[in-house]
């Protein structure tokens, strides 16, 4: 979020949009406002096509954030100057790219919907630009260079419309400037379609994914579409009464017939902010139907590692721009991905828990209470138990009948006091007595190495971060060793001090393990059937089959893993017998049968861990 003490560099900020933006900005931090035409008091000169000036004024300013709003928009001028035009429009925004990535902070590049060719009644960020004018060509070349930066969010936006009598030099002043000549007939194009876009509307939407860091593409616009000749009579509707003149060319040609990014913006109208459907009236005041998003506070394990958390946390990245949730979390919590913009300190996160819609409470091997007993809001605090059951004794006969029966206290214990007070209680691991919901592992987004039709050249992948315990691990090991020796099977398996160990704050090693299995036409996983590990989903994210020990992770007559890749066994007998089964099938070339990628995409949609933690919001009746 931006604070008082950081320093925002607006570039071409003299024009109608700089000045809703410079208006928005200037309360909240401090403000370096530049333009080659220094019309205000506020405003320093830069000209951004000069890589030298933007190297010494980046110097002398040192910006924490850059938004970029410089740019000739005149068509008919960049029509005549297409050198002049590319080297503002694009060369403008490489300029400043170096410090950019240097310092890895957020950029702003305002684009266009001129950069579509018109063909389609309305367009989507997926949509793929075809710009028709120097002025579409070079915005969309400068929107390039801005989307190679790391931390970078474009805005495509629609007709601008703002800035008043001085600062508006678009439609909107132009025809009102022919009403004040007393003109009695106006001649205005009918055949360019386009979406409106109130210059104080789009300052703050730049202000709300700058706040929430949500780097990517855009559409900004308000509600409606229509040509330029429905604009003209919703006015002349206000202000006077005229003869209108249709004509249907623009001169020169310029641009597409139809600018209109989309009449509702998907990325806008779904809630992807806070706010909705943003509209200006006839006032130029802004009318808005709010839509708010749920906040919800996630209390992690202290200063340790622990991966059902960090299946929470990326299933909750995963919908971060859905706009439906903020996200806040504790700060000590050792996660394999950056959740820096989430963190909030303790004294923080404590008052935005009491006023948040709901808590989750993950209880693992190093969580403590004492956060969630000082917020102390049980009937919005749901508890998602990630222990391990008595770690390497899990299978021990007294350890299994005190779970049953209740009286088991040692690790992996159900926490009887949360089961009482919390609104609902998810646990990893059985049993799952007293209305406990199973919540194991999902497929995490970083898991996926498997790309449609991505050639399996490995029979067999069996490859564990330990393999004492269980002790099943190293005997299945060396059997498949000695099975795929005999009869002529690819393998890759691998022990601890290899460097496919899993080293779980490695990212190299662990996508190097990925790759592996994306080539593997069977990965076999031990444990993960019993007890649940990142093995067992690693290995479908990557459409591998399954073989795995006999699977006791949901309740029983559970459906959730009933899929035909997915073979069982018991003993080191039936997984020498599925092995058999499982060559068999290699060698008459059917294993292709049982990794149908229909299947494989139920499996990715169903397990993922965005349909995690949207099962935990589900049963909170969030």
């Known amino acids: 979020m931006i604070k008082m003490t950081d320093k925002v560099l607006i570039t071409g900020c003299g024009g109608m949009l700089g000045e809703g933006v410079y208006q928005?900005?200037?309360?909240?931090?401090?403000?370096?406002?530049?333009?080659?035409?220094?019309?205000?008091?506020?405003?320093?000169?830069?000209?951004?096509?000069?890589?030298?000036?933007?190297?010494?004024?980046?110097?002398?300013?040192?910006?924490?954030?850059?938004?970029?709003?410089?740019?000739?928009?005149?068509?008919?001028?960049?029509?005549?100057?297409?050198?002049?035009?590319?080297?503002?429009?694009?060369?403008?925004?490489?300029?400043?790219?170096?410090?950019?990535?240097?310092?890895?902070?957020?950029?702003?590049?305002?684009?266009?919907?001129?950069?579509?060719?018109?063909?389609?009644?309305?367009?989507?960020?997926?949509?793929?630009?075809?710009?028709?004018?120097?002025?579409?060509?070079?915005?969309?070349?400068?929107?390039?260079?801005?989307?190679?930066?790391?931390?970078?969010?474009?805005?495509?936006?629609?007709?601008?419309?703002?800035?008043?009598?001085?600062?508006?030099?678009?439609?909107?002043?132009?025809?009102?400037?022919?009403?004040?000549?007393?003109?009695?007939?106006?001649?205005?194009?009918?055949?360019?379609?386009?979406?409106?876009?109130?210059?104080?509307?789009?300052?703050?939407?730049?202000?709300?994914?700058?706040?929430?860091?949500?780097?990517?593409?855009?559409?900004?616009?308000?509600?409606?579409?229509?040509?330029?000749?429905?604009?003209?009579?919703?006015?002349?509707?206000?202000?006077?009464?005229?003869?209108?003149?249709?004509?249907?060319?623009?001169?020169?040609?310029?641009?597409?017939?139809?600018?209109?990014?989309?009449?509702?913006?998907?990325?806008?109208?779904?809630?992807?902010?806070?706010?909705?459907?943003?509209?200006?009236?006839?006032?130029?005041?802004?009318?808005?139907?709010?839509?708010?998003?749920?906040?919800?506070?996630?209390?992690?394990?202290?200063?340790?590692?622990?991966?059902?958390?960090?299946?929470?946390?990326?299933?909750?990245?995963?919908?971060?721009?859905?706009?439906?949730?903020?996200?806040?979390?504790?700060?000590?919590?050792?996660a394999f991905s950056d959740y820096s913009d989430w963190k909030l300190d303790d004294a923080a996160f404590i008052e935005y828990a009491k006023k948040s819609d709901l808590i989750i409470f993950i209880h693992a091997k190093y969580t403590t209470k004492t956060l969630v007993e000082k917020i102390g809001m049980w009937d919005k605090t749901i508890c998602v138990d990630g222990n391990e059951v008595g770690k390497n004794n899990r299978y021990d006969p007294a350890i299994r009948k005190g779970l049953a029966d209740g009286t088991y206290q040692g690790l992996g214990a159900i926490q009887f006091d949360l089961l009482k007070k919390c609104r609902c209680y998810f646990r990893r691991e059985k049993p799952y007595v007293n209305g406990i919901i199973p919540f194991p592992f999902g497929i995490e987004r970083s898991f996926v190495k498997y790309t449609h039709g991505k050639n399996k050249d490995i029979d067999f992948t069996c490859i564990f971060g330990q393999d004492e315990w269980p002790p099943l691990r190293r005997h299945a090991t060396e059997l498949l060793e000695k099975f795929c020796a005999k009869n002529g099977f690819s393998c890759r398996t691998s022990k601890t001090t290899s460097l496919l160990s899993r080293n779980v704050r490695d990212v190299k090693v662990q996508d190097k393990f990925r790759e592996i299995l994306a080539r593997s036409k069977v990965g076999i996983s031990i444990g993960g059937g019993g007890y649940d590990t990142l093995r067992f989903w690693e290995t479908l994210a990557n459409n591998c089959v399954l073989l795995t020990e006999t699977i006791d992770i949901y309740e029983p007559g559970s459906d959730a893993l009933k899929f035909k890749r997915i073979f069982e066994f018991k003993d080191l007998s039936e997984f020498e017998r599925q092995l058999e089964a499982l060559g068999s099938i290699i060698k008459t070339g059917h294993i292709d049968d049982y990794l149908g990628i229909d299947e494989y995409n139920a499996i990715l949609k169903k397990h993922s861990s965005e349909e995690r933690v949207r099962s935990l919001i589900e049963a909170s009746n969030l």
């Not at 439609?171 to 007393?182: E, V």
């Not at 006077?240 to 913006?265: D, E, V």
């Not at 109208?269 to 005041?285: D, V, Y």
């Not at 209390?299 to 340790?304: A, E, T």
Request: charged fraction near 25%.
């Open 24 to 334: 928005r900005f200037k309360e909240r931090c401090k403000v370096f406002a530049t333009d080659r035409d220094v019309n205000e008091p506020w405003l320093e000169y830069l000209d951004v096509s000069s890589k030298d000036q933007v190297d010494e004024y980046l110097q002398k300013v040192i910006p924490d954030y850059i938004i970029h709003l410089a740019a000739f928009t005149d068509m008919e001028y960049c029509e005549k100057n297409p050198e002049e035009t590319y080297a503002t429009n694009e060369g403008g925004v490489k300029n400043f790219l170096p410090y950019v990535r240097s310092k890895n902070i957020p950029f702003v590049y305002i684009s266009t919907a001129g950069i579509f060719d018109g063909k389609k009644d309305a367009y989507h960020e997926e949509d793929v630009p075809n710009p028709l004018s120097v002025y579409g060509k070079s915005k969309y070349a400068g929107e390039l260079a801005a989307r190679s930066a790391p931390s970078s969010i474009v805005i495509r936006a629609g007709w601008m419309m703002g800035g008043g009598p001085i600062k508006d030099k678009k439609f909107i002043n132009k025809i009102i400037k022919q009403l004040q000549k007393g003109v009695k007939e106006l001649s205005v194009v009918d055949d360019k379609l386009g979406t409106p876009c109130y210059t104080y509307d789009l300052a703050r939407i730049i202000e709300h994914l700058l706040d929430k860091r949500s780097f990517g593409i855009y559409h900004g616009a308000c509600s409606g579409a229509g040509s330029r000749l429905d604009i003209a009579r919703f006015m002349i509707s206000k202000l006077a009464t005229l003869i209108f003149s249709r004509t249907t060319t623009m001169p020169h040609g310029l641009g597409p017939k139809n600018c209109s990014i989309q009449r509702y913006l998907t990325s806008y109208a779904t809630g992807r902010f806070a706010w909705k459907n943003i509209s200006t009236n006839s006032t130029g005041r802004s009318d808005h139907n709010t839509v708010l998003m749920k906040s919800i506070a996630i209390i992690l394990p202290d200063n340790s590692m622990d991966y059902l958390a960090n299946t929470i946390l990326d299933g909750f990245r995963a919908i971060e721009n859905s706009g439906e949730y903020e996200i806040r979390i504790t700060s000590r919590f050792i």
